[in-house]
């Protein structure tokens, strides 16, 4: 049977405690979530109603747009799971300006998105699992290093919703060799800054943009594409998967929230149905301990 994984409870935690334990690579964990959440009706609509209308695995607000796209339902349906989604992405965003002060100037509050499925046993290819352990890479589009952070919450009346964890990027790091390798693809060295041919696609899509604000996901870096490198390499690989001494699991109660740099943290979603995550991007400048973060971590490897 799996470890377990001691969720330390951040309820009454200052700001200064979330954000060091953030940039720590910790999950900060909150016993019942800090944030209102939807009414009971909207609830019901969300848990019994919303999967009859798409078996997709995000139903996604986005707030550039501010709307919910590739959403196929009935006007109505479509309405109400707007309102519910913006609702939710206003009152995260709210805690966190209050709760992590220092991390917010210049970021980016990205999709707020419903996770109605059932987790377990979905028969996906492995890069496209969430059922693997894995890093998170590349969220809404290029992050050029920055942060990424998501806050959940699980809506479940009365399942846990289960992850997995092999512990921090930076310990993995340091344990798998082959992660460095994987990252420097066909390079003798990781490469993290932006060439011409980079800036010049970065600009483009800049342009582009403008006119189509959901074109942004388009855009990369070589260090997102290192990131995803290993991402789809720990997803792959029949060695890392199969190396289980560092395998965790952890447990989130009904109505809970917790909140991680995904990107630093190491995790999977072992089982669980309906949940809320919201993506934010942080700027690497706004973190206290850079050194932490995975962007330098590349950048000092052999």
């Given at each position: 049977m799996?470890k377990?994984?001691?969720?330390?409870?951040?309820?009454?935690?200052?700001?200064a405690?979330?954000?060091?334990a953030?940039?720590?690579g910790?999950?900060v964990?909150f016993e019942?979530?800090p944030?209102?959440?939807?009414?009971?009706?909207?609830?019901?609509?969300?848990?019994n109603?919303?999967?009859?209308q798409?078996r997709?695995?995000?139903?996604?607000?986005?707030?550039e747009?501010d709307?919910?796209p590739?959403f196929?339902?009935?006007e109505?349906?479509?309405?109400?799971?707007t309102?519910i989604?913006?609702?939710?992405?206003?009152?995260?965003?709210?805690?966190l300006?209050?709760?992590i002060?220092?991390?917010?100037?210049?970021?980016?509050?990205?999709?707020?998105?419903?996770?109605?499925v059932e987790?377990?046993?979905?028969?996906?290819?492995?890069?496209s699992?969430s059922e693997?352990?894995?890093?998170?890479?590349?969220?809404?589009?290029?992050t050029?290093?920055?942060?990424?952070?998501?806050?959940?919450?699980?809506?479940?009346?009365s399942?846990?919703?289960?992850?997995?964890?092999?512990?921090?990027f930076?310990?993995?790091?340091?344990k798998?060799?082959?992660?460095?390798?994987v990252?420097?693809?066909?390079?003798?060295?990781?490469?993290?800054?932006?060439?011409?041919?980079?800036?010049?696609?970065?600009?483009?899509?800049?342009?582009?943009?403008?006119?189509?604000?959901?074109?942004?996901?388009?855009?990369?870096?070589?260090?997102d594409?290192?990131m995803r490198?290993?991402?789809n390499?720990?997803?792959?690989s029949?060695?890392?998967?199969a190396?289980?001494?560092?395998?965790r699991?952890m447990?989130?109660p009904?109505?809970?929230?917790?909140?991680v740099?995904?990107?630093g943290?190491?995790?999977?979603v072992?089982?669980?149905q309906?949940?809320?995550?919201?993506t934010?991007?942080i700027p690497?400048?706004?973190?206290?301990?850079?050194e932490q973060?995975?962007?330098?971590?590349?950048?000092?490897?052999?």
């Open positions: 799996p377990s994984y001691a969720l330390r409870k951040f309820d009454d935690a200052t700001p405690e979330i954000e060091a953030l940039e720590h910790d999950l964990f019942r979530c944030i209102e959440l939807p009414s009971d009706a909207d609830m019901a609509f969300l848990r109603d919303l999967p009859q798409s997709v695995k995000n139903i996604s607000y986005h707030p747009t709307s919910v590739r196929d339902a009935p109505h349906v479509r309405r109400r799971v309102a989604l913006k609702a939710h992405h206003a009152a995260v965003t709210k805690y300006q209050k709760n002060p220092n991390l917010v100037p210049g970021w980016t509050v990205g999709t707020t998105s419903f996770r109605a987790e377990e046993g979905r028969d996906l290819k492995a890069r699992s693997i352990v894995h890093i998170d890479a590349g969220a809404y589009g290029a050029n290093g920055n942060r990424i952070m998501r806050f959940f919450v699980n809506l479940s009346p399942r846990d919703r289960v992850w997995g964890t092999k512990g921090s930076s310990k993995l790091f340091e798998h060799a082959a992660l460095a390798i990252a420097r693809g066909n390079s003798r060295r990781i490469t993290l800054r932006k060439g011409f041919a980079d800036r010049c696609f970065t600009g483009l899509i800049s342009g582009l943009s403008k006119l189509y604000p959901l074109a942004r996901v388009l855009d990369s870096s070589p260090y594409r290192a490198r290993i991402h390499y720990m997803k792959e029949l060695y890392f998967r190396d289980s001494s560092d395998y699991e447990r989130f009904p109505l809970c929230a917790w909140s740099f995904s990107d943290f190491s995790h999977s072992v089982s669980g309906y949940a809320f995550a919201t934010i991007l690497l400048e706004n973190c206290r301990t850079p973060a995975p962007y330098h971590i590349l950048a000092a490897a052999k």
